[in-house]
């Protein structure tokens, strides 16, 4: 067992995004910056008795450009580095940190370490940034150990703006503001203020059984998603849930689970469900969840063969059936695991 008071170590990966970045004082312009000089852009960090080592990936990204195979080398790299470290820092873009982090939460199995993800609004450079405590205070929770020398939040997770929550409940809801991600159906994880407080009782902890990281790389990306919105014709609707080489949709759809009643919009739904495609209901609401025993206008639905995605985030969804489809061939065995609840995902 390890020693609680031994030093953590820390790996911070930096992948891309505004929190790298710093003005060219010639140019202007926005660049990454060597991130092996972190210590010296952010001196706060030398202050922590942990050690902290980084890595940079080559070559960055801006996060509008992540692929799941970014995904797949991430977890490859943590998987390579998990037995020398104490926990992760994924320096990411803030864009598509909640797909990022909702697919990695499926793709580590019996994590034991925290993987944070985190990253800012303002470059680490700049005077005003959000970089510098979001940083500062990740490395404080990806370090927290109990007196059994276990981590306390060994979870998936995404630190914004004094918030620690859950990756795959993540979602961003301002481009603008520091306060950027909101956990709408799920309570955070901790939340820094003058101490940093963890809320042990939303936290998940790993069962005595689940040893030793196993890491899912086998992601099938056949995965569309449809909007409902007034107005939609039938041929875009044809088009996502009919379309070639689809094999799932995610239907966002209105309030608690609801869609179009025209028999031409069911008599779709219908026919993509029978030709084996599988079709999630996520809700387009910020908050709640998706029940289609309300009302006519979801049961619908239910009777066409749709699947319920409760109070899932189209993010945590998407990464959810990505891992999902690519474990299993068997289109019914992704549907029975969609509904149930694998990794925090889902209140059920
Ligand atoms: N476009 C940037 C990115 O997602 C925005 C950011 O990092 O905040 O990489």
Same mark, same amino acid.
């Given at each position: 067992?390890? +020693?609680? @008071?031994?030093k953590?170590?820390?790996?911070?990966?930096?992948?891309?995004?505004?929190?790298?970045?710093?003005?060219?004082?010639?140019?202007?312009?926005?660049?990454?910056?060597?991130?092996?000089?972190i210590?010296?852009?952010v001196?706060?960090?030398?202050? @922590?008795?942990?050690?902290?080592?980084?890595?940079?990936?080559?070559?960055?990204?801006?996060?509008?450009?992540?692929?799941?195979a970014?995904w797949? /080398?991430?977890?490859? %790299?943590i998987?390579?580095?998990y037995?020398?470290?104490?926990? @992760?820092?994924?320096?990411?873009?803030?864009?598509?940190?909640a797909?990022?982090?909702?697919?990695?939460?499926?793709? %580590?199995?019996?994590?034991?370490k925290?993987?944070?993800?985190?990253?800012?609004?303002?470059?680490?450079?700049s005077?005003?940034?959000d970089?510098?405590?979001?940083?500062?205070?990740?490395?404080?929770?990806?370090?927290?150990?109990?007196?059994?020398?276990?981590?306390?939040?060994?979870e998936?997770?995404?630190?914004?703006?004094?918030?620690?929550?859950?990756?795959?409940?993540?979602?961003?809801?301002?481009?603008?503001?520091?306060d950027?991600?909101?956990?709408?159906?799920?309570?955070?994880?901790?939340e820094?203020?003058?101490s940093?407080?963890?809320?042990?009782?939303a936290?998940?902890?790993?069962?005595h059984? /689940?040893?030793?990281?196993?890491?899912?790389?086998t992601?099938?990306?056949?995965?569309?998603?449809l909007?409902?919105?007034?107005?939609?014709?039938?041929q875009?609707?044809?088009?996502?849930?009919?379309?070639?080489?689809?094999?799932?949709?995610?239907?966002?759809?209105?309030?608690?689970?609801?869609?179009?009643?025209?028999?031409? @919009?069911?008599?779709?739904?219908?026919e993509?469900a029978?030709?084996?495609r599988?079709?999630?209901?996520?809700?387009?609401?910020?908050?709640?969840?998706?029940?289609?025993?309300?009302y006519?206008?979801g049961k619908a639905?239910? /009777?066409?063969?749709?699947?319920?995605g409760?109070?899932?985030?189209?993010?945590?969804?998407?990464g959810k059936?990505f891992?999902?489809?690519?474990?299993?061939?068997?289109? /019914?065995?992704?549907?029975?695991?969609?509904?149930? +609840?694998?990794k925090?995902?889902?209140?059920?």
């Open positions: 067992m390890k +020693n609680p @008071f031994d953590s170590k820390i790996l911070l990966i930096y992948t891309g995004g505004t929190i790298g970045m710093k003005e060219d004082p010639k140019t202007l312009a926005l660049t990454p910056f060597d991130f092996s000089q210590l010296q852009e001196p706060e960090l030398r202050k @922590f008795s942990s050690r902290i080592d980084s890595h940079t990936f080559d070559p960055l990204i801006d996060s509008s450009d992540v692929e799941p970014m797949v /080398e991430l977890a490859g %790299l998987s390579r580095k037995d020398d470290y104490d926990g @992760f820092i994924v320096l990411h873009g803030t864009d598509t940190m797909y990022s982090a909702s697919a990695l939460s499926f793709m %580590l199995d019996h994590l034991r925290p993987v944070i993800f985190t990253g800012s609004q303002l470059p680490i450079g005077l005003r940034t970089g510098r405590e979001n940083l500062v205070s990740a490395v404080e929770i990806a370090a927290a150990k109990n007196m059994r020398g276990e981590a306390l939040v060994p998936v997770s995404i630190y914004f703006n004094s918030q620690l929550i859950r990756g795959n409940r993540a979602t961003k809801v301002n481009s603008t503001s520091f950027a991600f909101r956990s709408p159906n799920y309570p955070s994880l901790a820094a203020g003058i940093i407080r963890y809320h042990d009782m936290i998940h902890h790993p069962s059984q /689940e040893r030793g990281l196993r890491i899912h790389t992601l099938d990306t056949r995965v569309a998603i909007k409902i919105h007034p107005g939609i014709t039938e875009v609707a044809r088009n996502v849930l009919l379309g070639a080489g689809i094999r799932a949709i995610i239907i966002e759809t209105y309030g608690s689970g609801n869609a179009i009643s025209k028999p031409w @919009f069911t008599s779709i739904v219908r993509s029978r030709s084996g599988i079709i999630l209901n996520v809700t387009q609401c910020l908050a709640g969840e998706v029940n289609m025993d309300i006519a206008t639905l239910k /009777e066409a063969g749709v699947i319920s409760y109070d899932m985030t189209t993010e945590g969804a998407l059936l891992f999902l489809m690519g474990e299993y061939s068997d289109n /019914e065995k992704v549907k029975q695991l969609l509904e149930k +609840n694998l925090g995902e889902i209140s059920k």
